[in-house]
């Protein structure tokens, strides 16, 4: 059974970039597709972009700006960078397999953007 | 974006009784495939979502058969036919037809 585990730091400051990475361990990352979903707290679920184990991406267009997803094959990883950040980018960040659907995800890392 | 609706809001069930919640689509989800992407999340307090069902109405494996999902373009129903106290949690619908992929708001289903 994958396993997925998210990892990067929990405080960022205003204006900076949020870098968090997603590290895949009981299988391959390669042949499947690979998201980033977030949870402000307290509130619903937001899909941020998926990434497949080639490089190609579909992002969020509210968020496609600020956001680069990245896959690192040889290390079994995939990241995540949001830039500028804002207040309104606390969240929960998750990482989860899937497309169109999402079958496994990560415990979760809470990130609060705060000076 | 599609819009997805879910109700009721809120969902006090007794143990052992049945539970329904409606998701609605702003748009239909039918795929050029011919397939329904319409999926159903269950997030316990302090859990990660876990994936219930799939395409409107298969279930992921290792979830109890008292769970079901029901309904086609843009009126879909997810059912508990009895309720059990690790039911408790948020449920979520979501769309993965059309991009960007969106969530319901969520139905909290808790025990009267």
């Known amino acids: 059974q994958v396993q997925l585990q998210e990892s990067g730091p929990g405080l960022v400051k205003p204006s900076e970039t949020l870098s968090l990475t997603c590290t895949v361990s009981?299988?391959?990352?390669?042949?499947?597709?690979w998201s980033w979903i977030r949870q402000p707290p307290g509130k619903g679920l937001e899909w941020i972009g998926y990434?497949?184990?080639?490089?190609?991406?579909n992002y969020n267009p509210s968020l496609k700006s600020r956001v680069t997803i990245s896959v690192d094959t040889s290390k079994n990883q995939f990241s995540l960078k949001l830039s500028s950040v804002t207040a309104a980018d606390t969240a929960v960040y998750y990482c989860?397999?899937?497309?169109?659907?999402?079958?496994?995800w990560g415990q979760g890392t809470l990130v609060t953007v705060s000076s | 974006d599609v819009v997805m609706t879910q109700s009721p809001l809120s969902l006090p069930v007794t143990l052992g009784q049945p539970a329904s919640i409606s998701c609605r689509s702003s748009?239909?989800?039918?795929?050029?495939?011919?397939?329904?992407?319409l999926n159903w999340f269950q997030q316990r307090p302090g859990q990660s979502p876990r994936r219930l069902i799939y395409?409107?109405?298969d279930r992921d494996s290792g979830v109890p058969d008292r769970f079901s999902g029901s309904g086609s373009g843009t009126d879909f129903t997810l059912k508990i036919s009895r309720v059990e106290a690790e039911d408790v949690g948020v449920y979520y619908c979501?769309?993965?037809?059309?991009?960007?992929?969106?969530f319901g708001g969520g139905t909290k289903v808790e025990i009267k």
């Open positions: 989860a397999r899937g497309q169109r659907g999402m079958p496994q």
């Open positions: 009981g299988g391959s990352i390669n042949n499947y597709h």
């Open positions: 990434i497949y184990y080639n490089g190609s991406t």
């Open positions: 748009q239909s989800l039918v795929y050029s495939d011919g397939d329904t992407y």
């Open positions: 395409k409107v109405s």
């Open positions: 979501m769309q993965g037809t059309h991009w960007p992929l969106t």
